[in-house]
């Protein structure tokens, strides 16, 4: 079956420095979702990218679909502790069963 | 439009017990999936359903769990004998299902279920 594979899994930065996140997944993908989840929270989506090279900008975070629509990555320029959570990439494989990643917890070191 | 309502919040169960968690999608989203969140851990897929069917419970364990998403109510996650491997948040989430491009899910707030 489709698998959503994520790294790093855990990842601390000091607040202002960058942070990137990784998806790759088994199979091509219809689309790709990004979600974050803060401590304690649920997820709550953020964006959806659908088209092979697709990029898209949220204020400091950059999404990006590759290519081969097998992989995506998440950009955080100069990280704020705003964007402590855990942030999930979650996979379309056509069939509309969304195959979520384990997700990056990302710590931010004010 | 109400968003995805899940309850109840918290639920505490003996060892032994059932324990039922419910789901109501948003107001037009036919698909209905449930997750479920260890402490410091991911989301595991455990059933996707449409109404009245279910179309992959691939994440479900083979016994004492079951899955319903009835034509009219909620999505029902049934968990019978709960045993403390089950303390866990639950997460339904609901989507339109309406072509490739609108398959963005929404959650509910969890379901935190212990078993003691």
């Known amino acids: 079956?489709?698998?959503?594979?994520?790294?790093?899994?855990?990842?601390?930065?000091?607040?202002g420095?960058?942070?990137t996140t990784y998806c790759n997944s088994s199979t091509t993908l219809s689309n790709i979702?990004?979600?974050?989840?803060?401590?304690?929270?649920?997820?709550?989506?953020?964006?959806?990218?659908?088209?092979?090279g697709e990029v898209k900008k949220q204020k400091r975070l950059t999404f990006q679909f590759g290519e081969a629509k097998k992989n995506s990555s998440l950009h955080?320029?100069?990280?704020?502790?705003?964007?402590?959570?855990?942030?999930?990439?979650?996979?379309?494989?056509?069939?509309?069963?969304?195959?979520?990643g384990i997700?990056?917890?990302l710590q931010v070191i004010p | 439009n109400a968003g995805v309502m899940q309850n109840p919040r918290h639920l505490v169960r003996r060892r032994g017990q059932e324990a039922r968690l419910r789901c109501s999608?948003?107001?037009?989203h036919s698909h209905v999936y449930w997750y479920r969140q260890l402490p410091e851990e991911g989301l595991k897929f455990m059933v996707y359903l449409q109404k009245e069917n279910i179309i992959d419970e691939s994440g479900m364990p083979k016994e004492r769990f079951s899955a319903e998403f009835p034509k009219e109510g909620p999505s029902i996650l049934r968990i019978q004998q709960v045993v403390r491997g089950d303390s866990a948040a639950y997460f339904c989430a609901s989507s339109s299902g309406?072509?490739?491009?609108?398959?963005?899910?929404?959650?509910?707030?969890?379901t935190r279920l212990t078993v003691v």
Not at chain 1, 33 to 42: E, I, L, S
Not at chain 1, 87 to 97: E, N, R, S, T, V
């Open chain 1, 17 to 19: 420095e960058d942070f």
């Open chain 1, 1 to 15: 079956g489709q698998q959503v594979m994520q790294i790093p899994q855990y990842q601390h930065v000091q607040e």
């Open chain 2, 98 to 110: 309406q072509g490739v491009a609108n398959t963005e899910a929404f959650f509910g707030q969890g």
């Open chain 1, 33 to 52: 979702q990004w979600y974050k989840q803060r401590p304690g929270g649920h997820p709550v989506f953020l964006i959806q990218l659908v088209k092979s």
């Open chain 2, 25 to 28: 999608p948003m107001k037009g």
């Open chain 1, 76 to 100: 955080i320029t100069a990280t704020q502790t705003t964007d402590v959570g855990t942030y999930f990439c979650a996979g379309d494989g056509g069939y509309q069963k969304v195959t979520f």
């Open chain 1, 103 to 105: 997700g990056t917890k």
